[in-house]
């Protein structure tokens, strides 16, 4: 069983840049794909991106360009570097754990981007 925190939401300007993060514990790291998802109010939660176990990275149409994931499995932490932020992006954050039928999410962290 793996155990996800996400930290780094709040409130920034648009155009402003905020990095997410998500520690996992619990089970080796590196073997799960990780993903970010967010969640705007009265909308469905959507995949924003993702990172495999080899490193392989896929993204959104409306953040391809601005939003970069990564991840330090030194460190067993998936990060979220989110730039040039709309208000669009405002939303409650995810952090996800996948490994074949295994599925683990964290409590979300808040981003609001307005000004």
């Known amino acids: 069983q793996v155990q996800v925190v996400e930290s780094g939401g709040g409130l920034v300007q648009p155009g402003g840049s905020l990095r997410l993060s998500c520690a996992a514990s619990?089970?080796?790291?590196?073997?799960?794909?990780m993903r970010w998802y967010r969640q705007a109010p009265g909308k469905q939660r959507e995949l924003v991106a993702s990172?495999?176990?080899?490193?392989?990275?896929n993204y959104a149409d409306s953040v391809k360009g601005r939003f970069t994931i990564s991840r330090d499995n030194a460190k067993n932490t998936v990060y979220l570097q989110m730039n040039s932020l709309k208000p669009e992006d405002t939303g409650f954050y995810y952090c996800?754990?996948?490994?074949?039928?295994?599925?683990?999410w964290g409590q979300g962290t808040q981003v609001t981007v307005s000004s």
């Open positions: 619990g089970d080796i790291f590196s073997i799960y794909d």
């Open positions: 996800n754990a996948q490994r074949r039928t295994y599925s683990y």
């Open positions: 990172i495999t176990s080899g490193g392989s990275t």
